[in-house]
């Protein structure tokens, strides 16, 4: 049985999931973000008890299917900016449609009537998340951090930033008390 989860973002949250799946007594086959597949289906009432289990670790079942598809369009995002090396050949809404196979357009207004945002927004927020953990890591120079993350130039990469954070990226490297938010809460 496929389950959807809502709020997967990252290698812990597919631990956690996975733990508990197994503690209600699951076999998981298959664990990725926003995706568990299971070995066993489940009845209505055992996906109610789980969904008040999962949601005591912030996640949550997900059953219609444009909450799905966000969660989808979300995660895709979350793979590409935190943890994929390479960036995609194509154009991001390209990307986006070819990953989701559907049309962009769609897509789009979907996920800016369900999340109050567009897609571009998230995606610009989630960069700005990556470029504050690489300046806090301080490992890698502006210049390679933009070309990381596929940005055209520093300014370009800079000018975003300040517009995101109202911070310098200079600036913010050198603050001792960073402000970066969960990926989940973006």
């Known amino acids: 049985m496929k389950l959807y989860i809502k709020n997967m973002v990252c290698s812990r949250c597919k631990m956690v999931v996975k733990d508990e799946l197994i503690k ?19 009845s209505d009432s ?23 598809l966000i969660e989808k369009i979300k995660n ?59 300046l806090k890591y301080d490992e890698l120079s502006l210049s390679e951090i933009a070309d990381r993350l596929g940005y055209s130039s520093v300014a370009y990469l800079s000018n975003q930033f300040k517009k995101q954070t109202g911070l310098t990226p200079t600036f913010y490297k050198s603050l001792r008390q960073n402000s970066r938010k969960s990926i989940d809460n973006l």
């Open 24 to 42: 209600f007594g699951l076999h998981p086959k298959n664990v990725e973000l926003g995706e568990v597949e299971t070995e066993e289906e489940l």
């Open 76 to 134: 895709s995002i979350v793979d590409l900016v935190h943890y994929s090396e390479d960036r995609p050949a194509t154009n991001f809404s390209d990307f986006i449609s070819k990953e989701l196979h559907h049309d962009y357009h769609y897509l789009s207004n979907l996920f800016s009537e369900v999340e109050g945002t567009t897609i571009e927004k998230y995606f610009i927020a989630q960069k700005i998340e990556k470029v504050k953990e690489l």
């Open 46 to 68: 055992q996906k109610n008890e789980l969904n008040i289990i999962l949601q005591s670790f912030g996640f949550e079942l997900i059953d219609d299917k444009k909450s799905r």
